[in-house]
Structures are given as C-alpha cells and as structure tokens.
C-alpha cells in the first residue's frame, strides 16, 4: 500500500495535497483497492462552497458506491476532466492522474489538523 509522506489523510479514505491554499483531493490507494475497478466518478460540485465532512461526489465501482467526503472547508475549483472518460485513473494512479478535485481552502491550518501518513498506515493497518 502506497502512502505518500507529503501528503495529509482522512479516516474517510481521502488525502490532500496543499499548494498555498489551493488543495488537489482524491481517495487513497487502500480506498481504491477496496473499492476495487471503479467504472464511473460522479462529482457535480464544481462552484460550490462545502463544509469539512460534507459529500462532494461518489465514486462507484463494480461492486458498490462510495460517497466522496470533504476533507476541509472550502470551495471547489476544478474536477478533473480526464475522470470522466478514464474513470481507472483512481485505481492506476491514486495520488497522481487520479485526482478528483482541486479547491480553494478556506482555513489552510485545518489541514495540517488532519492525519500523517503515520498515522493513516496506522488506521488502515
């Protein structure tokens, strides 16, 4: 399992990367792998202000659909286009292609609030 040390984690299975305010948001290599083959992302919250823990999207699978949570407050930006035609980038590069969204934060201290890649391997074991 690929944990990024760079990077901030949720207990929902997302991770950010900060770049000033701007944060780039998708889920995880342990989310993607027990999702399994995700066939579609379905993210229509581009403009929109949402608060930390709130649903920006669902992923879905073959076997299931997941919500997509927030991790911090903010407004999103940008939803990478290249989902909607390769919805695979997820599971083939989680933390790269793969990205889902990309957001304007509103506090950027709340990210450094969230988990290290310490204790996010901790979490998922």
Do not use: C
């Given at each position: ?8 984690y ?19 290599d ?10 579609y ?57 793969g990205w ?22 901790s979490?998922?074991?």
């Amino acid at each position: 399992m690929n944990v990024p040390s760079n990077l901030r984690y949720t207990k929902d299975h997302e991770w950010i990367a900060l770049d000033n305010n701007i944060a780039t948001i998708g889920i995880t290599d342990f989310a993607q792998g027990e999702l399994g083959d995700i066939v579609y992302v379905d993210i229509a919250t581009k403009g929109k202000t949402l608060a930390a823990e709130e649903i920006f999207g669902t992923v879905e699978a073959v076997k299931t659909v997941s919500d997509l949570f927030l991790p911090v407050s903010g407004i999103i930006i940008e939803i990478n286009p290249a989902l909607e035609a390769q919805p695979e980038l997820v599971n083939t590069d989680p933390y790269g292609e793969g990205w889902m969204i990309k957001m304007t934060v509103d506090n950027v201290s709340d990210v450094a609030a969230l988990m290290s890649a310490e204790n996010y391997t901790s979490l998922v074991g």
